[in-house]
């Protein structure tokens, strides 16, 4: 499998790397980056040299927290090794955590210097990668063209909202929506949090499903939750994200879905709620989107 990001630490500086992990995957949770402790379930049994000789020289960004430790460990010496072999053009993504001089790193590389500036940084690398991928001719979704077009044009967005607070707009009342029948309902919600902008209200919500359920019964547990928390509440979207704790690959609530992520929302489209509220559409015009993690399912 090809990553678009890997991060290259060393253990001491583990949650710097987490947190930058969890910045880049809440921007767009289709980015795929190798984080270790989230993919230690495919790491078992495999050679790690090889693995990582294979990972680091074929992942499109590799993101490296240089530090004292990490000069010092004989592990990220070996990975260091690798990712200088990588191309001129696309080498990696340094980040200094302190004034370590590393070496094999000219003193003219340009470096991002690290002061708790997570979201910078998801930026930076988020944008290096949409640049990387354009100038080789890689197309991706349309939603991500959408995320680089946000980027550059976050302060028009913010007037936006602003206005719309200005205006005192408000949008007519949404209908309640059909709660589907089913058996049983097989999930625990862990969280509700309302990631609110200027007068739109999205609400994501965290739940937690047991092992060994089918794709049918996941499905049909979403729509249940979807339904009964949208006509409790109203938002402009709704988000679910289920996560199995039995699961090898749970890696806690704050980080990747390992069973599935759903969306309800304006033509199923999360980014579309400001728009449905400026437009007050109907909630005949809301749709569903459910992606799943596969491996939950073997």
Known sequence: MEYDFAISYAGENKEIA??????????????????APVERHTLVGLDGEAFFDDLFKSCKEVIV??????????????EWDIIQ?????????????DD????????????????????????????KLLLFEKAAGLIRDSEFTKLL???????????????????KRDRTPLDDIAVPKIERILYKIHSEKWLNYSV???????????KGLSKEEIKENIHYCIATAFNKEKPDALSIFAYCKEDSSFAGFDNVFNVARATFAPYGKWEKAEEGFVYNFPVSKFGYKIDYREDYFV
Request: charged share 30%.
């Open 149 to 167: 077009n946000a980027f550059k044009d976050s302060e028009g967005a913010l007037d936006k909202a602003f206005q719309l607070v200005i205006d």
């Open 200 to 210: 739109i209200k999205r609400l994501q919500i965290r739940i937690q499903f047991p």
């Open 100 to 127: 370590v001089k590393m070496l094999g790193m000219p003193s003219n590389i340009i470096y991002e210097k690290f002061s708790n500036n997570y979201e910078e940084i998801a930026d930076l690398c988020i944008n």
């Open 65 to 78: 927290l240089l530090s004292e430790a990490y000069k010092n460990k004989k592990w990220t010496r070996f």
């Open 18 to 35: 987490e947190e930058i992990y969890k910045r880049i995957k809440q921007r767009y949770q289709d980015f795929t980056v190798f984080y």
């Open 85 to 97: 072999e990588r191309s001129q053009e696309n080498r990696f993504i340094p980040i200094k955590l």
